[in-house]
């Protein structure tokens, strides 16, 4: 994994973290308990606490599993804390959650990208700008865009994975696979 999320992505996902999170007039329908635990959470993320923070974070959508900030928080803090896995399910949640979030959508794209899918990372800042509201947040949707261009760039070519093989690649491979257990057969005998 050391190959793909490296040290040095850790500030970029921080960034803006707290300020990424977006207050809406539901939030004071939150148990008081929970909006405690989900600021401690972003107090404690915000010094690069990851494990308390996510302790914390889970606690908060224990309690009210459709706080789509809360998942949105929990996923950056598991990303911070190399549990990528967890990072995406929880981001996905938040996005599920309240598709009109931008930060949840930005949170997503920029681990897509940082984790090297960027199908999935133009699609989900494709939706941040939908959702964006002021010049900053454009801004920032343009801002990474313009790096990830660069980065694609400089970079080899990848393949895509989530498309099926043709019939013709498959056929090859299967007689590529026949050949080559043949030659093994002739070469034990």
């Known amino acids: 994994m050391g190959a793909v999320w490296e040290e040095s992505m850790m500030p970029a996902m921080l960034a803006g973290a707290e300020d ?101 990372g133009y699609a989900e800042m494709a939706q941040a700008l939908d959702c964006s509201t002021t010049l900053d947040q454009r801004k920032m949707v343009g801002e990474l865009l313009r790096e990830e261009k660069k980065r694609e760039a400089g970079g080899y070519a990848r393949p895509w994975w989530n498309k099926p093989f043709s019939r013709v690649e498959v056929a090859l491979a299967a007689v590529t696979l026949c050949g080559l257990l043949a030659a093994l057969l002739v070469y034990v005998r």
């Open 20 to 120: 990424a999170v977006e207050r809406r007039p539901a939030a004071p329908l939150l148990p008081a308990e929970v909006l405690g635990w989900f600021n401690e959470g972003l107090e404690r993320l915000t010094y690069g606490d990851a494990i308390s923070a996510i302790a914390l974070f889970e606690k908060a959508i224990e309690q009210s599993p459709s706080f789509s900030e809360g998942h949105m928080a929990l996923g950056v803090a598991y990303a911070l804390d190399y549990r990528i896995y967890p990072a995406l399910d929880h981001l996905e949640r938040a996005v599920s959650l309240d598709p009109s979030s931008f930060a949840a959508h930005f949170k997503l794209g920029q681990l897509c990208f940082k984790l090297r899918i960027p199908q999935k």
